[in-house]
């Protein structure tokens, strides 16, 4: 009877090593499998971020173009596919930006996807109202002078909380001494014909675009590095407006 059992215990132990055999056979093809497809994911992907080189070959109207059609991009909803995992560790070791962005502090306005640009294409500066002060200014001056950007872009947008502050004139906090450097923008709106309240959003539209304005000019005053750029074409300094709705970035230039 020994035996018996002895033969059934080896088969069953083969049988075993067989089936255990397929499995790993069948995790191993199926890995395999998983990897092609994630290959073949990443092909069309871009890696490379931009160079010194071809950052310098850069003309301020050429940036400025290809913000306009990343735009484009972005409200057709077909943004650059990016392996974004490369380029963090292509850009590790130095960075060649092709432009500074002023934007408003609103979470709803993602920077780099309005534009459609990736890691290392853009500086961006957030500051609710997009104004202007000297901490901002000098990071104007080291990403241009010293950085190599080509373009400056200040971008307001509509419904802009800060501004409807500035309107209202609000009190609290540090939001008070903040919404002084945007009340120069009401005082410029005060040609507007019709209802100046933030119940208005045609005037508070009228507001954020003359702060952009604004903001332009203090620029250019505030910063001879960059205005001295400015008229030697070195760099471009404008204004830009967001549509909150729909998406379209209008530049004022």
Sequence with gaps: ???????YAVVC???????SCKTTNEREGEYSAQ???????????IEKVLTAEEQAALTPDEVLQGFKEGNERFRKNDLTR?????????????QYPKAVVLSCLDSRIPVEDVFDK?????FVARVAGNFVNEDILGSMEFGCKVAGSKL???????????????????????ITAMLQNIRPAVQMAQDYSGEKTTKNNEFVTHVS?????????NIKQRSPI???????NEIKIVGAFYDMETGVVEFIE
């Excluded at 132990?13 to 089936?19: Q, R, T």
């Excluded at 990016?82 to 130095?94: D, F, K, P």
């Excluded at 400056?152 to 540090?174: P, R």
């Design 1 to 7: 009877m020994k035996k018996p059992v002895m033969i």
């Design 13 to 19: 132990s083969c049988c075993l090593l067989l089936v």
């Design 35 to 45: 990897r092609v497809n994630e290959t073949s994911q990443q092909q069309g992907l």
């Design 82 to 94: 990016r392996n974004h995992s490369a380029q963090v560790r292509a850009s590790a070791l130095g």
């Design 118 to 122: 990736g890691i290392g294409d853009v």
């Design 152 to 174: 400056i872009v200040v971008m307001g947008h509509e419904s802009c909380g800060a501004v409807k502050a500035a309107i209202d004139d609000v009190e609290l906090g540090n």
């Design 209 to 217: 675009k003359a702060n952009v304005r604004n903001t332009v000019e």
């Design 226 to 232: 960059l205005k001295e750029m400015a008229d030697k």
